[in-house]
């Protein structure tokens, strides 16, 4: 590939959320003015809220640390061409998995043996889950965006269940604490960080996302799903099994999700609570579109995503929080419409000059 | 070879879409429209209210508190920041953010707060904390932990509301039987059975209160269909008037009354309207009360940490009685609550609070 056909690729993939950005800044704007408050003043307070001080900061940190490994289990399926939509009940079953195994383990296990304990059940009991879309998917066709649907209700309501009536601490909807493989705050290390749920599980997901770039780019399976994703026919041909690339970008992906239900369970509570993914499992989706299924992207959108997230609540006293909502629809729409359009502004362009530009 | 490439025309078009976006983005950011909020300033009564999880909008006890700070923003001037969090993770996130500020007084609606303004209150001493029923932890032995100075925590004497309005539901339904719906088995909610079945007992010493609840878990709040239940089996065994301490799964009970033409009570706000004519009063908590009073304690200087309690004679609790009711509830018998009411004011009568 050419320089220059390489710049185009990198252009086709970050205008669009850039545009997506500039629509959202000013639908933001209208938004605000709407509500008869100040723009500049509530921007401000966004702002100020998350990463203006260390708390906040830390709480964006915290938001982009699921949100990164909710967008992986996504990208993950995605570039198999699979749209695995259950990550939220994936998210939901890796948490439960780390917090029993958390309690399992005798109190005083060292952490460096409990916690990648905790963190492989987390990411098995994920990967359990969307196997089983990805097996059904390549031995009889199914849809996989049927099957992890309705796979999200079957396993939620399990879990709902199982915490309700086996496993709460009475007058509660939670586990009792975990007695190993609590993972340490951002704050034990550095004070300024106090009182934000940030934690070192933020490491782990910034190594996942290597990993899935790595794995993805570098390696012959990657290599492998990623064909299958553009074209399964094509690579059926080539020698490439599709049914097993399926299962196993399904294993990764379900794996990918289960390791963001850590953050809460490890890092944050010590306990699994119902309903703790709250959303996080389906913004995944959105984080992976903006950061166009790519790890570093997805990294780098998860974090935009979360500050929405954590700024909603820091100019909640000035407009609804509802706002954030609406914004975070914006840019997701926002990236729809502009990545065909932009590709197709290049497309018309590039043929004449780039394509034949010399190789530099 | 940049330049190559971005000096494609339909290149040239993205950029500038982009930049004409942010140029009137950047625009719009001079605009400051009239009655817009100002900067916050260091002057004056600050208070930040953080809403559970029903946020605004749930007819009960958000609003209710919604409401009291409202009218200390009118009648007190204080300047009152609303939250509404959400899911679980950011209701800690919520309370903190106005403590960060130094806020004068932050208030956390509902028990489910218990635990973060705990926490916080001891983190930030020069912040004022309120927790709207509060659920004061207690030693093994069952004596009441003490709170930090600076949180308050606002309980309200349900026993004294559901006492009147267990006498009512002995004087009007015309059966030696009474029904009791409670939500989730837990204290809370016993004081209300206990209240509600000394009510009945003080005005008719041979009734008998039948009294059920929905489930252990908090789901049991959120059940109609086993409100329902419970309530029609009640009914059909000769009780006339059913009481519900339940959340939403009380919405089964004014159903199942609907359905055997009998009666039931509702309980913290107004609940008429769920099933006009079949609803003999509503048993309701003064949140907005409780928020005002604490907001008045700061601004005369008067706040105190420690339990406040807000009983009928503080106006903290009561029942319904208005054009809507009028007609289900005889003279005779308002003057009998109202003797009742004063009774327990003066401490003639004391209610239990356990069973």
Same mark, same amino acid.
């Given at each position: 590939m050419s320089r220059g056909m390489q710049r185009e690729a990198v252009l086709a993939a970050v205008l669009p959320p850039l545009v997506a950005l500039a629509v959202a800044l000013v639908v933001g704007d209208l938004l605000i003015l709407a509500f008869g408050q100040a723009p500049a003043t509530v921007f401000g307070m966004l702002l100020q809220g998350t990463w203006g001080n260390a708390y906040g900061f830390g709480q964006v940190l915290y938001k982009a640390t699921t949100l990164t490994c909710t967008g992986l289990a996504f990208a993950m399926a995605g570039r198999a061409g699979l749209f695995n939509v259950g990550a939220e009940s994936q998210l939901a079953l890796g948490g439960l998995a780390a917090a029993l195994v958390g309690l399992a383990l005798p109190a005083g296990t060292p952490p460096l043996a409990a916690v990648p304990v905790c963190v492989a059940a987390a990411m098995g009991a994920g990967a359990a889950a969307g196997g089983v879309a990805g097996w059904l998917r390549a031995r009889f066709g199914a849809s996989e965006v049927i099957v992890t649907i309705m796979l999200n209700f079957i396993t939620l309501a399990a879990l709902n269940w199982l915490v309700a009536t086996r496993l709460h601490v009475p007058e509660s909807l939670h586990t009792p604490e975990i007695r190993a493989g609590a993972v340490a705050r951002l704050s034990d290390t550095w004070p300024a960080f106090h009182g934000s749920a940030a934690n070192f599980m933020l490491i782990g997901a910034l190594a996942l996302a290597v990993a899935a770039w790595w794995f993805l780019f570098r390696t012959r399976g990657g290599y492998e799903l990623r064909a299958v994703g553009l074209q399964p026919d094509a690579a059926e041909f080539g020698g490439i099994r599709a049914g097993r690339v399926w299962i196993l970008a399904m294993l990764l992906s379900g794996a990918c999700a289960g390791l963001g239900g850590t953050n809460y369970v490890l890092g944050y509570k010590h306990y699994y609570e119902d309903g703790f993914a709250a959303g996080a499992g389906f913004l995944g989706i959105a984080v992976a579109l903006v950061g166009r299924n790519h790890p570093f992207g997805i990294v780098i959108s998860a974090l935009l995503f979360a500050t929405l997230s954590q700024g909603g609540l820091a100019v909640n006293a000035l407009v609804p929080k509802q706002i954030v909502d609406i914004l975070q629809a914006v840019v997701i729409i926002s990236v729809a419409v502009a990545v065909p359009e932009v590709r197709q502004l290049l497309r018309n362009a590039v043929p004449a000059r780039a394509r034949s530009a010399t190789p530099a | 070879m940049r330049a190559l490439v971005l000096s494609y025309r339909p290149m040239r078009t993205v950029l500038a879409a982009i930049g004409a976006l942010l140029a009137v983005h950047g625009a719009l950011l001079f605009v400051h429209p009239d009655g817009a909020t100002p900067d916050a300033t260091t002057e004056g009564l600050d208070v930040g209210i953080v809403f559970d999880v029903g946020g605004r909008g749930d007819k009960s006890f958000n609003d209710g508190a919604w409401l009291g700070g409202e009218r200390a923003a009118k009648a007190l001037g204080a300047r009152v920041r609303y939250i509404e969090p959400g899911e679980g993770s950011d209701r800690e996130a919520g309370l903190r953010l106005l403590a960060a500020e130094e806020f004068d007084l932050v208030i956390g609606v509902g028990f489910i707060f218990t635990d973060d303004v705990n926490t916080l209150? $001891? +983190?930030?001493?020069?912040?004022?904390?309120? %927790? &709207? %029923?509060?659920?004061? =932890?207690? %030693? /093994?032995?069952?004596?009441?932990?003490?709170?930090?100075?600076?949180?308050?925590?606002?309980?309200?004497?349900? +026993?004294?509301?559901?006492?009147?309005?267990?006498?009512?539901? =002995?004087?009007?339904?015309? /059966?030696?039987? &009474?029904?009791?719906?409670?939500?989730?088995?837990?204290?809370?909610?016993?004081?209300? +059975? =206990?209240?509600?079945?000394?009510?009945? $007992?003080? &005005?008719?010493?041979?009734?008998?209160?039948? =009294?059920?609840?929905?489930? &252990?878990?908090?789901?049991a709040f959120r059940n109609p269909g086993k409100g329902k239940e419970l309530s029609l089996s009640q009914y059909q065994q000769g009780v006339r008037v059913i009481f519900h301490a339940a959340g939403s799964t009380g919405l089964g009970v004014f159903e199942a009354a609907r359905a055997s033409n009998a009666l039931a009570i509702g309980v913290d706000a107004d609940q008429y309207d769920e099933a006009p004519g079949y609803v003999l009063t509503s048993m309701v908590k003064g949140i907005d009360q409780a928020v005002f009073d604490a907001i008045k304690s700061v601004k005369d200087g008067t706040f105190q940490g420690g339990v406040r309690q807000f009983g009928l004679a503080e106006k903290g609790v009561g029942y319904v009685y208005d054009a809507n009711n009028r007609s289900l509830i005889p003279d005779s018998v308002r003057t009998r609550l109202l003797a009742l009411e004063a009774d327990i004011i003066a401490g003639r009568i004391v209610v239990p609070s356990t069973r």
């Open positions: - | 209150a $001891r +983190e930030y001493p020069g912040v004022r904390f309120a %927790d &709207v %029923d509060y659920a004061v =932890a207690t %030693d /093994s032995t069952g004596a009441p932990l003490p709170l930090p100075p600076n949180l308050t925590a606002l309980k309200f004497r349900e +026993e004294q509301g559901a006492f009147l309005v267990g006498a009512l539901a =002995a004087l009007t339904g015309g /059966s030696k039987k &009474v029904g009791f719906i409670g939500g989730m088995d837990i204290p809370l909610i016993h004081k209300f +059975e =206990a209240g509600y079945k000394a009510g009945v $007992r003080h &005005v008719c010493a041979d009734c008998t209160v039948i =009294a059920q609840y929905a489930g &252990v878990t908090p789901e």
